[in-house]
């Protein structure tokens, strides 16, 4: 099964794309059936890694993990953050802010977007 | 006796002080700059540099096959540097402070020690005045360990005096430095911010047991009426000896931004930091290092 | 979908160039904008913005080892696993180094005798706070106490939360002088680190070292001169320093005693009549205008680790 989780300013496919990985308030957990059936939708609170001075990726990194999901929909992932993400057999897309979650989710499920290969560049402007 | 010279805001004229004293100070001593996260005495003591080493951080580097991924190493880290994704292991030696606890509980002995630059540190010296200096790598968020390495450099038993360029603000850094000196001077900036700040640093200092005293920068700085009055009776009210008071002016802002020291700007520069040296000297008479 | 978030943070690398003047001016012009004094150390925005408290937060810190006597029996395994060197013997009693202790629990975990307590300590509190200017987050920690990076991540959080719920468009921060955890901290997730550098060698220096930082953190930064007219030398050589970085020159501000004055009088710079008000007027709109590309996003520097 896949299992997206998308970096939400809230809890709803309406809120925007939190553009940061490791510090987003929260994740959109979309697992997508294997016989391509509509995805049930949860919500995932991330509010502990946002107090964390450094290594905010790596916790959610784990939290994420630990909810087994198998692909990341964010704005920008640090080079640490993609580090832990390889590490967990997660595969990212980044670039994907400035818009909707459930924007966000189409687009992926649409395959619109590609797998990353190195951390992105641009921070959450 | 080893001297600290501190301030609780940034720019208050550490640096300046350190290097002025060093420049008028009557007996042998030894100079050191402990501003790691902002090292600037080299700009005013001109030190010339015989020996520059590199200190690290013995961390955790990687995880070998031996790893039975049961996660001890991970639960002891208080600073995220182990991760367990699933069922794997992985280390993130960016994030390690060093305090050796997964080494300590790991079994299997599966942990691969690496380890992380924390900065350099410098030896050398300006004329007949031994100097050391740090410097933290840009990047790096740990400074005391790099000042813990760089203050057990200086010989214990010495009759020559130590002056402390000390890191600013009142936390970690400025405190790992204060444990190692016998006094403390108080660089302090009479504007309302740096009155505030001040107070702050004589509350951490003070709690430490540490002698103090303190000096007036930039005193009569054109719109600060009232400043230096204020920051006076401070000192007043919490006995805190004034060892003396550097004027504000045009010519030593300039002078100092192109790393002139302010006792050699003209004799009378060099007498009001003579007469400082003395009474600094006076102030902390009976301390002894220990 | 809602505008995005602005954060600006101010810094410095060298201390006292005038950040936190600056920054309370700015958060005079700002519209719509969150306050956040992120220099918890030793902060100073609260003397001219004179905030009321709202809501009033302690701020549990780290935790410090305390070995209990009564059920230590002397083994030393403590004071050979610090490596903080925050344990000694003094008469045969092991005894923490609380101003040393670095919190990390290894002791705790480890003593064979379970004789170690590991208490969280109060570290300091936090508030959110209602000025002139606008809503306002900060902090103030105990002097000499550790876990700054730890408050300024939770202001940050407050601060972002804050925003929000308020529908504000910026967040203007004040961070603090060097590069250490502190300023990590108050960069993650920044969206323009705004320099305030004076014309000084030192100033330049420290200055370059922080710009590294936030190259390291991808973080576009861009530069005022305070003081610019104390060494023309030096504004010469911090000019052309901007220009090759691609920093962007938001202004330069002359050296004035209007900067105290205002302070000594509690007001923002802005809020004093005078010549300067309208020259950082100017500069603020630049800053609002200012939109990074690519070029403003500086690369990180090679080799963290070796």
């Known amino acids: ?125 | 006796m080893r001297i600290g010279i501190a301030s609780g805001k940034g720019g208050a004229g550490k640096t300046m002080l350190a290097a002025s004293l060093h420049s008028v100070w009557p007996t042998q001593h030894i100079l050191v700059d402990c501003d790691v996260e902002a090292p600037n005495l080299h700009f005013f003591a001109h030190p010339h540099i015989d020996q520059t080493w590199t200190v690290t951080l013995p961390v955790p580097q990687a995880v070998t096959e031996a790893c039975s991924h049961c996660g001890v190493c991970r639960d002891i880290c208080r600073y995220g540097a182990i991760a367990k994704f699933g069922q794997n292991i992985a280390v993130f030696p960016d994030l390690c402070h060093g305090c050796g606890g997964c080494f300590a509980v790991c079994q299997e002995k599966a942990l691969v020690t690496g380890t992380r630059e924390l900065g350099r540190i410098e030896q050398g010296s300006c004329g007949d005045t031994a100097y050391f200096s740090g410097c933290t790598r840009v990047g790096e968020v740990m400074t005391p360990p790099l000042l813990r390495k760089l203050l057990a450099l200086l010989p214990e038993q010495t009759p020559a005096d130590v002056i402390v360029d000390c890191p600013p603000g009142v936390s970690c850094p400025a405190v790992t430095v204060a444990r190692r000196v016998d006094a403390m001077v108080l660089v302090a900036d009479p504007t309302p911010f740096g009155y505030a700040d001040f107070c702050l640093a004589y509350e951490a200092f003070h709690a430490l047991g540490l002698p103090l005293a303190c000096v007036l920068n930039r005193c009569a700085m054109p719109g600060n009426e009232g400043g230096d009055e204020k920051l006076k009776t401070f000192c007043q009210t919490h006995g805190i000896p004034v060892a003396g008071e550097v004027p504000f002016t045009r010519e030593a802002a300039h002078a100092l931004a192109q790393g002139r020291l302010l006792p050699e700007l003209s004799p009378d520069w060099r007498t009001r930091f003579e007469q400082l040296c003395a009474n600094l000297q006076r102030i902390f008479g009976e301390v002894q290092h220990g | 979908m809602a505008e995005l978030l602005r954060e600006i943070v101010v810094i410095s690398g060298k201390g006292g160039t005038g950040k936190t003047s600056l920054t309370c001016a700015f958060a005079a012009l700002a519209k719509n904008t969150l306050l956040c004094d992120l220099d918890v150390d030793v902060p100073d925005m609260h003397i001219i913005l004179k905030p009321t408290p709202r809501r009033e937060e302690p701020f549990m810190g780290g935790n410090k080892a305390r070995i209990q006597e009564e059920l230590c029996e002397g083994c030393g395994s403590c004071r050979d696993l610090c490596q903080f060197e925050a344990i000694r013997e003094q008469d045969g009693h092991f005894l923490v180094d609380q101003a040393l202790c670095e919190g990390c629990g290894v002791c705790y975990s480890l003593c064979p005798q379970k004789a170690i307590a590991f208490p969280e300590a109060l570290c300091g509190h936090w508030f959110i706070s209602d000025t002139r200017f606008g809503p306002f987050v900060h902090a103030q920690l105990k002097p000499g106490e550790e876990n700054s990076g730890k408050l300024v991540s939770l202001l940050k959080k407050e601060a972002r939360a804050l925003a929000k719920s308020l529908g504000a468009t910026t967040i203007l921060c004040d961070g603090s002088p060097g590069t250490g955890c502190p300023v990590v901290s108050s960069l993650a997730g920044a969206s323009l680190a705004l320099a305030v550098v004076e014309p000084s060698l030192s100033g330049q220096h420290d200055f370059q070292r922080v710009a590294g930082v936030c190259a390291h953190f991808h973080i576009p930064v861009g530069v005022i001169i305070n003081r610019y007219d104390l060494n023309p030398e030096g504004t010469e050589a911090l000019e052309s320093l901007c220009q090759k970085e691609n920093y962007p020159l938001f202004g330069k501000i002359p050296f004035s005693g209007d900067i105290p004055k205002a302070s000594q009088q509690g007001l923002a710079l802005t809020e004093l009549p005078g010549p300067l008000a309208g020259t950082v007027e100017t500069i603020w709109q630049k800053i609002v205008q200012f939109q990074p590309q690519a070029q403003h996003i500086l690369r990180p520097m090679p080799g963290k680790t070796s």
């Open chain 1, 1 to 125: 099964m896949t299992v997206i989780a998308i970096s939400s300013e809230g809890p709803t496919l309406n809120d925007a794309v939190d553009p940061r990985y490791g510090r987003a308030g929260g994740f959109i957990i979309a697992k997508v059936p294997e016989d391509g059936g509509e995805p049930t939708i949860s919500y995932l609170d991330n509010g502990e890694a946002q107090m964390l001075p450094q290594g905010a990726g790596i916790v959610t990194t784990e939290h994420l993990a630990n909810a087994g999901v198998t692909v990341v929909l964010s704005g920008y992932v640090g080079p640490k953050a993609f580090e832990a993400l390889e590490a967990a057999g997660i595969g990212v897309v980044q670039d994907m802010d400035k818009m909707s979650t459930g924007e966000a989710l189409k687009q992926f499920l649409d395959g619109r977007c590609s797998v990353a290969s190195s951390p992105n560049h641009a921070s959450g402007q």
